[in-house]
Nanobody, 125 residues
Framework: QVQLVESGGGSVQAGGSLRLSCTISGNLRDGSCLGWFRRAPGKGREGITTFRIGSGIINVADSVRGRFTISQDNAKNTLYLQMNSLKPDDTAMYYC??????????????????WGQGTQVTVSS
């Protein structure tokens, strides 16, 4: 069983930055996937970026490429999402997720097995 707890959300003005954290408990082997997702009001879930444990392969959505960065601190069992140059369109509930299935890559469209409770990010213009 894997448990995920997000933190770091908040309100920020456009152009600002936030760093989200996701504390991970439980065992995830090499080849497992970690990811950040978001759901904006009235919209479907969007896979922002994923990280494959072991290989470190990252998959990034075009909507956040060059602005958002995913990283992992193994020692702290924590997944991060550094968000820079935030826009009002980035306003959403952000979730971290984990999936133990090893398919060789980590698609953003996959329905992940484990999810955190979410943290709200609000960007004002």
């Amino acid at each position: 069983q894997v448990q995920l707890v997000e933190s770091g959300g908040g309100s920020v003005q456009a152009g600002g930055s936030l760093r989200l954290s996701c504390t991970i408990s439980g065992n995830l082997r090499d080849g497992s996937c970690l990811g950040w997702f978001r759901r904006a009001p009235g919209k479907g879930r969007e896979g922002i970026t994923t990280f494959r444990i072991g290989s470190g392969i990252i998959n990034v959505a075009d909507s956040v490429r060059g602005r958002f960065t995913i990283s992992q601190d193994n020692a702290k069992n924590t997944l991060y999402l550094q968000m820079n140059s935030l826009k009002p369109d980035d306003t959403a509930m952000y979730y971290c997720a984990a999936d133990p299935r090893d398919a060789g890559f980590c698609p953003r469209s996959r329905i992940y097995t484990y999810w955190g409770q979410g943290t709200q990010v609000t960007v004002s213009s």
